[in-house]
């Protein structure tokens, strides 16, 4: 059978740049499906508010090898983020202030004894389910572990405010296993962790990386084109898109987020765990805004009770009569991304005085083809569903930064993830290609 591609890549996000620009430069042929009239996913660059903004994924780290080799490869460098002077923090029904590195001394213990287990349950990042062991507390929540430590009120609050940050959601369910893999990964230092979580940006925007991946393949982009159905059969598969056109292939990429999975019809069906772990989704729910407020501010950062709409907030950028700050919230239909008097209204009760200019943001739990921020997942998904997510159904993979081993979350795993379903796409087509048109 004459097929039109070797491989259609569903999604043009990170995870399916990089597995495009991989099986492109081996030979085979790609064709890569994007739901929107842009690429990068789950990061997204735009001019809002007189400055481009990050609405979606920012941060990079050296400890996160993958994206580390990208912006290496193609000279990209990073942006410092501020040194922070000061911190706000509500505890004890009340606001507090005091330097920044009081916030870290308050959190740093209960942290340390928190993930002390990370490097023995977890000694090897990239296989998290190399000791047996870990499975054992898969499925405790970080919520629970928490209040077990026997706390104060104070460390107590900012602990769970400050994991709620991190999931970007409740913890109530969150994984136990997500933290400890991500405190692994930075060689079990959560001091580290949260360095490379929010210190350092891409030069140029995460758009400048996928533009020069994107630039790197010899793949054939399709924007706009949102897919409805992927139907396998003995002669390969066939994606049909939303305008009812069809895209025949030997195997297909599905980059698709996993609260968004179940968007996409596939026959015969998915297997009864990658059913389940979609319908379930994961914890990352919540929302990310940027906010002007009026005059130059200290470098501060303010955390707020875990379940406000706006629970964290740092100064970002700072000119002469105005600051931009990026805020967090850890549900995304409680907060409206736009709405500058909600803004207002949290900021009075952690910085005094301070005066909302304008507000900017995407909500990404609305976003049809996200249903959700970074990747964080629930209690059981390591043990029960992440060898099975990454288990492909004849030539269909999946492939993204919800089924990463190491940085789930990051794009770092967005890239790791594409870097590894595009080679176990071309082990399965085998190196000498039937003959195809494009």
């Not at 959601?169 to 990964?185: E, H």
Request: proline residues 4%; glycine residues 10%; contains cysteine.
């Amino acid at each position: 059978m004459s097929t039109t591609t070797d491989v259609v890549i569903i999604g043009a996000g990170f995870a399916g740049l990089t597995a495009a620009r991989e099986l492109t430069q081996q030979g085979y042929s790609v064709k890569i499906l994007e739901a929107r009239g842009r690429i990068a996913g789950r990061t997204w660059v735009e001019n809002r508010m007189g400055r481009n903004l990050e609405l979606g994924g920012t941060w990079v780290h050296w400890v996160q090898p993958h994206v580390w080799a990208e912006m290496t490869r193609y000279g990209i460098g990073v942006v410092t983020g501020p040194e922070f002077e000061k911190a706000y923090w509500w505890a004890d029904g009340q606001r507090h202030e005091g330097p920044a590195e009081r916030v870290l001394e308050i959190i740093d213990e209960p942290n340390r004894r928190l993930l002390e287990q990370a490097r023995e349950l977890i000694p090897l990042p990239y296989q998290p389910l190399n000791n047996p062991a870990v499975k054992g507390v898969d499925h405790e929540s970080v919520s629970a572990r928490i209040d077990a430590l026997g706390l104060g009120e104070e460390a107590r609050q900012l602990m769970r405010t400050f994991w709620s940050l991190n999931f970007n959601g409740n913890i109530g369910d969150a994984a136990f296993t997500q933290a400890l893999r991500w405190c692994s990964a930075a060689s079990g230092d959560w001091m580290l962790m949260f360095e490379a979580c929010a210190t350092y940006k891409v030069e140029g925007g995460t758009v400048a990386l996928a533009d020069a991946i994107l630039a790197d393949t010899a793949a054939d982009l399709h924007l706009n084109t949102p897919v409805e159905r992927v139907e396998q059969n003995n002669d390969g598969v066939t994606v049909t898109t939303a305008d009812g056109a069809t895209h025949s292939a030997r195997a297909v990429i599905v980059t698709l987020p996993l609260n968004a999975l179940n968007t996409v019809e596939f026959s015969p069906a998915l297997s009864e765990g990658k059913q389940a772990a979609a319908a379930r989704g994961q914890a990352g729910l919540g929302a990310k805004l940027w906010i002007k407020v009026k005059g130059k501010w200290d470098r501060f950062v303010a955390f707020g009770g875990e379940d406000w709409p706006i629970n964290f907030v740092q100064s970002e950028y700072f000119d002469e009569d105005s600051t931009t700050l990026v805020a967090f919230g850890p549900d995304g239909n409680a907060v409206d991304v736009e709405d500058k008097d909600a803004a207002q209204a949290v900021l009075d009760k952690l910085v005094p005085g301070i005066e909302v200019l304008e507000v900017a943001g995407h909500s990404w739990v609305g976003d049809e083809f996200a249903k959700s921020t970074w990747p964080m997942h629930y209690t059981g998904y390591l043990s029960e569903h992440l060898e099975e997510m990454q288990r492909p159904e004849g030539n269909v993979f999946l492939a993204g930064s919800d089924y990463a081993n190491g940085w789930g979350g990051f794009i770092d795993g967005a890239i790791e993830s594409g870097l590894t379903t595009a080679r176990n796409v071309a082990a399965r087509l085998g190196r000498h290609k039937e003959s195809v048109t494009r």
